[in-house]
């Protein structure tokens, strides 16, 4: 049997992260890292790295290293992963309201908060005080593989570098609105509010983008 080269066995094994979810969308990644998680040099771990950006996988930052490249999202996958959070959140609220769950809001006023003191800023700090909302949403969660699932979706929603993101830029204040009234449906434990808060928003977003994208392209 022919032994595959060490480089491609980096290549194959970075690729299998990515698409399983395992590496995110913009996550850093480094050389040493991988070479200690295959027991390799970093040579041909450098050798799949070049490859990897030469196939859009992953990407060079000047000053910052190498993180996972961000593919754009068109409609069709934005509805796809509407759908999919969706489905998994109100599984996830119905799992809490069955146990009775008593949910502590203190940390999603937090980042309410900071969502609000960024809507008109420029850049990701909103996505990134949103993201936060979202990780501590699904924190209880006993089924890590949909914590990660959620996640993973939400946060190639909220990273996108084409049309969606100009369309969620304007959707801020809309995000707001919905998710803080979702915050005070979980502080009351009114679960069935809470599922119709999260469908009304997804589905609002939905409809933005059907009735935007065409002023982007």
Known sequence: MVRKKLDQVAYEYIV???????LLQREHITEQVVADELEISRTPVRKAFERLVSDNY???????????????????????????IERLINHYLFD??????????????????????????????????????????????????????ILKAMQDVLFDDGIIYEIMKNS???????????MHHLEENNYVKA???????????????????????
């Open 16 to 22: 299998k992260q990515i698409e399983s979810g395992q």
């Open 58 to 84: 992953l990407e060079m930052i000047e000053n910052v290293g190498v993180r996972v490249r961000a593919q754009d999202l068109d409609s069709r996958g934005f509805q796809d992963r509407m759908n999919f």
């Open 96 to 149: 809490l309201e069955k146990n009775e769950w008593v949910f502590e809001i203190t940390q999603l006023q937090k980042h309410i908060e900071n969502m609000e003191e960024t809507t008109k800023e420029n850049g990701y700090e909103f996505e990134n005080n949103e993201l936060d909302y979202w990780c501590d949403l699904v924190e209880h969660s006993d089924n890590s593989y949909t914590k990660h699932s």
């Open 195 to 217: 599922r119709r808060e999260i469908r009304i928003l997804l589905n609002q977003l939905k409809l933005n983008v059907i009735e935007n994208g065409h002023k982007y392209n």
């Open 172 to 182: 801020r204040s809309l995000k707001n609105k919905h998710l803080t009234e979702l």
